[in-house]
């Protein structure tokens, strides 16, 4: 890959203008499904019409950065019990986690279910389980981006879960038959050495 620098010059089609040349500067540039805005971009500008005319590669990776930040909300109701044995398998991953990575504990449970990196067979079953039948009082609040909201589909398709409820309900009594039910956890050093990053 070519790295250009703010200045460069290059002959480019412009939308606008036709064949022309532009130049190497920082823009802001808007996605095209008008969901938000990179601050700052390097991008080739028109000299003619001043308009952006292409994005380098090495932008590209930028512009991809934040666009993936864009989150959908995604709010379920648990019971109590439930954010215990979140508590309660950071606890034994790491004992100074707090309660603050139970959430990233849930979607890197989610990734590694779906991606077929933890087995992910009977999650359906575990909504059966004694523990999995109680009020559900606690609100538990995510803001996804598109890559969880294609693990949580996957995990609907595959497992014949019926909804966002039912997935993370099934995650979390996973994570305590793995986590918190085992005297030692078969995905202990890997969890830590993810958890490291919270601790």
Excluded: W
């Amino acid at each position: 890959m070519k790295i250009v620098k703010e200045g460069d010059k290059r002959q480019v089609v412009c939308a606008n203008c036709g064949l022309t040349q532009a130049t190497y500067l920082l823009r802001d540039i808007d996605f095209s499904d008008q969901s938000g805005t990179v601050k700052n971009v390097l991008a080739a500008v028109c000299d003619s019409c001043n308009e952006i005319a292409s994005i380098p590669k090495q932008s590209t990776a930028k512009v991809k950065a934040e666009y993936n930040k864009i989150k959908t909300p995604v709010d379920i109701r648990l019971p109590a019990h439930f954010l215990d044995i979140l508590t309660l398998a950071g606890q034994k991953i790491d004992p100074t986690l707090t309660d603050s990575f139970n959430k990233p504990l849930v979607l890197y449970y989610l990734h590694a279910l779906s991606s077929g990196r933890y087995p992910s067979k009977d999650l359906n079953d575990l909504l059966h389980s004694d523990l999995a039948k109680a009020k559900a009082s606690k609100r538990f609040s995510f803001k996804l981006n598109d890559n969880s909201l294609s693990e949580i589909k996957i995990l609907i398709d595959s497992q014949g879960l019926k909804n966002n409820t039912e997935v993370f309900k099934s995650v979390i009594l996973k994570i305590n038959e793995d986590i918190v039910q085992q005297r030692n956890p078969k995905h202990l050093p890997e969890l830590q050495n993810f958890a490291a990053a919270f601790a």
